[in-house]
């Protein structure tokens, strides 16, 4: 492993790496203005995102959020349905409080100064400094898996990557290469490049900086950068009933805080262990409604966090007829809704909740329109 890379090395790898973005970058659509919102969204979005399927939810975004105000005005669900299948929900929640505090402090434009934008609810570190360098085009460096990735393999960083010596060797160095007045270009060059060359599999026939790159002499580039050994995956099992009357779904909302908050699902259980069937039905009896499995649905897999959910869907009736209005008052203060089946795509849902409801109401959809030609 090397601490610092000579200031002459330094100075011919900056410029190769420039040269190179100029040649090969992406056409983004927030590479168009480079206005402080868009750089922002984009990047909150592109955290755990792949960049097609956030450059997507970006323009879907745009398209009904074009300003901060436009978000600070919204409703939190209506937040949630356009975040919806992004995932990490507390970051589409800090945005919206971010906007708010925005419009609130500084009139609903983005402040240009560290201290202005550490201070808005979910701006980290990271996210700091990409709006610094990318938006204002302030000298400071953004510091992502990709541009740690870069830096491992340059330096041949021998230690876990997210170590603090690690994360310091690799920030210093970032910043040490940074060529004053070039740290828009160069920050999205360093991210752009550990992306689409230095990736998890280096393409290093390809790669403008083979020459300086230390774990390419050494021939380790594979094995950089080194992770700590990751936590095991726990699998989770749950339960859900969909329950029809008067051409609605019944829905709950789940709490505010924990996972997938304020959000709308179809009742059950978020872990069961045993007869899955069984525990369902106890659990809707439990919430006052006493009900019978007509026909299972099947099942979804979603992975969050460290956990893998495999989660079972049934079909559900209840052992008495009963309206709406009466189902509501049994549920007492348990909060719930009844949505018209066809109108489930307006309400924020769990990924898993939204496969479901796709996969059941999308082909019940269908039937009900070919009957109508028959």
């Known amino acids: ?23 090969h970058k992406r056409p983004l659509p927030w590479r168009e203005h480079y206005t402080p919102y868009e750089v922002w969204i984009s990047e909150v979005m592109l955290q755990q995102t792949q960049m097609e399927r956030g450059v997507a939810y970006f323009q879907r975004w745009m398209r009904r959020f074009p300003d901060i105000r436009s978000v600070a005005e919204a409703g939190e669900e209506e937040i949630l349905r356009y975040w919806e299948g992004l995932g990490y929900y507390r970051r589409a929640r800090f945005l919206h409080q971010a906007a708010k505090a925005v419009v609130e402090r500084h009139g609903g434009e983005l402040p240009s100064s560290r201290e202005g934008l550490a201070a808005l609810p979910g701006l980290g570190a990271y996210t700091v400094d990409a709006v610094l360098s990318i938006a204002f085009g302030q000298d400071v460096v953004p510091v992502d898996a990709n541009v740690e990735r870069v830096f491992s393999r340059l330096l041949d960083i021998d230690i876990p990557i997210r170590r603090k010596a690690a994360a310091e060797l690799v920030r210093n160095e970032a910043r040490h ?53 990751a936590s095991e995956t726990i699998p989770v099992t749950s339960a859900h009933g969909i329950l029809l009357c008067e051409k609605h779904v019944l829905l709950f909302q789940r709490p505010a805080s924990g996972l997938w908050g304020n959000m709308w699902e179809f009742p059950g259980l978020d872990s069961v262990a045993g007869d899955v069937q069984s525990a369902l039905l106890a659990a809707w009896k439990k919430a006052g409604l006493a009900a019978e ?40 203060d348990i909060p719930h809704r009844f949505v018209p089946w066809e109108k489930l795509g307006e309400l924020a849902m769990p990924a898993h909740h939204r496969k479901m409801a796709e996969r059941y109401f999308l082909r019940r959809k269908r039937a009900h329109a070919e009957q109508l030609y028959l």
């Open 1 to 23: 492993m090397i601490t610092t890379i000579p200031d002459d090395i330094g100075l011919c790898l900056s410029s190769a790496l420039l040269d190179w973005f100029s040649l």
């Open 293 to 332: 499995v007509l026909a299972p649905l099947g099942t979804v897999s979603h992975g969050y966090t460290n956990h893998r959910l495999t989660a079972h869907f049934f079909r559900l009736a209840l052992d008495e007829a009963l309206a709406m209005q009466d189902i509501s008052e049994k549920l007492g």
């Open 177 to 229: 290469l940074l060529p004053p007045g070039r740290a828009r270009d160069y920050a999205q060059a360093l991210m752009e490049f550990g992306a689409l060359v230095c990736g998890k599999a280096p393409k290093c026939a390809e790669c403008p900086l083979a020459a300086w790159c230390e774990a390419r002499r050494l021939g380790v580039e594979r094995e950089r950068p080194v992770k700590e050994q």
